[in-house]
C-alpha cells in the first residue's frame, strides 16, 4: 500500500530563509505524488506534482520538489519564504485501485516569523 | 469557474440527528471523493466514485453514505451523526489521463460539529 510520512508537524522559519518540509514515501510501485497547500479555513489548492520523467519539479509560489527515488523522499522547499507562505501543507500519494484516491501525510503547519 | 461545490460550509447537528453534504463539481470529472480532515491526521477517504452509478469504500466509510445518480453530483450521508463524526469534510474531482496522473480539485469544506 502507498504511504506518504510528514517530519515535523510545525516548522519556523523566519521571512527570507530557507523553507524545507519533508516528506518520505512508501510505495510498491512507481509513485505519483503531490505537494497540496491550505490556506486557513480554505480547500486544498494543489502546489506542484511529481508523475514521471524530471525528478525536480517546479509549482506555483516559487516552491520546487525534488523526487529521490534512492531516498524515497520528496522534499518541498522553497528558498524564501514569505510571510503569505505560513499554511499547511500536505505531501499525498496516488492509492492503488483508480480513482485518482490520494493518501495524504498528516501536514506541516509552517510558521513564517518576521 | 465554480469548479468544485460544498454546502453547507457550516453545520452544527445534535448526536443521532441524520443530514446530507453536497457536493457539487462543473467540471464533467468522472472521479469524485469524499476526504475528513482531523487535526493531526491530514486526509482520510470516506467513499469514493469513478463514475455515476459506481462508488466504493475508503479507509474510514463507517456512518456514512454515498450514490452518484449524475456524473456533476456526489452527496455524503451521515446516517446518525456522532460527536466522533465531527471534522472538516472536503469533496474533491478528479478525472483519468491516458497516461500520467490528473490532480485532486478540492472544494472548500464543510465544517460539522456534532453535539
Known amino acids: 500500500a502507498q504511504s506518504v510520512t510528514q517530519l515535523g508537524s510545525h516548522v519556523s522559519v523566519s521571512e527570507g530563509a530557507l523553507v524545507l518540509l519533508r516528506c518520505n514515501y512508501s510505495?510498491?510501485?512507481?509513485?505519483?505524488l503531490f505537494w497540496y497547500v491550505q490556506y486557513p479555513n480554505q480547500g486544498l489548492q494543489l502546489l506542484l506534482k511529481?508523475?514521471?520523467?524530471?525528478?525536480l519539479v517546479k509549482g506555483i509560489n516559487g516552491f520546487e520538489a525534488e523526487f529521490k527515488k534512492s531516498e524515497t523522499s520528496f522534499h518541498l522547499t522553497k528558498p524564501s519564504a514569505h510571510m503569505s507562505d505560513a499554511a499547511e501543507y500536505f505531501c499525498?500519494?496516488?492509492?492503488?485501485?483508480?480513482?485518482?484516491?490520494?493518501?495524504f501525510g498528516t501536514g506541516t503547519q509552517l510558521k513564517v516569523e518576521l | 469557474n465554480a469548479g468544485v461545490t460544498q454546502t453547507p460550509k457550516f453545520q452544527v447537528l445534535k448526536t443521532g440527528q441524520s443530514m446530507t453534504l453536497q457536493c457539487a463539481q462543473d467540471?464533467?470529472?468522472?472521479?469524485m471523493s469524499w476526504y475528513r480532515q482531523d487535526p493531526g491526521m491530514g486526509l482520510r477517504l470516506i467513499h469514493y466514485?469513478?463514475?455515476?452509478?459506481?462508488?466504493d469504500q475508503g479507509e474510514v466509510p463507517n456512518g456514512y453514505n454515498v450514490s452518484r445518480s449524475t456524473t456533476e453530483d456526489f452527496p455524503l450521508r451521515l446516517l446518525s451523526a456522532a460527536p466522533s463524526q465531527t471534522s472538516v469534510y472536503f469533496c474533491?474531482?478528479?478525472?483519468?489521463?491516458?497516461?500520467?496522473?490528473?490532480?485532486?480539485?478540492f472544494g472548500q469544506g464543510t465544517r460539522l460539529t456534532v453535539v
Open positions: 474533491a474531482s478528479s478525472y483519468p489521463r491516458p497516461t500520467g496522473w490528473a490532480e485532486a480539485f
Open positions: 510505495s510498491s510501485v512507481p509513485p505519483y
Open positions: 511529481y508523475t514521471t520523467g524530471a525528478t
Open positions: 499525498a500519494v496516488i492509492s492503488t485501485g483508480g480513482g485518482n484516491k490520494l493518501t
Open positions: 467540471m464533467n470529472h468522472e472521479y
Open positions: 466514485s469513478v463514475g455515476a452509478g459506481i462508488t
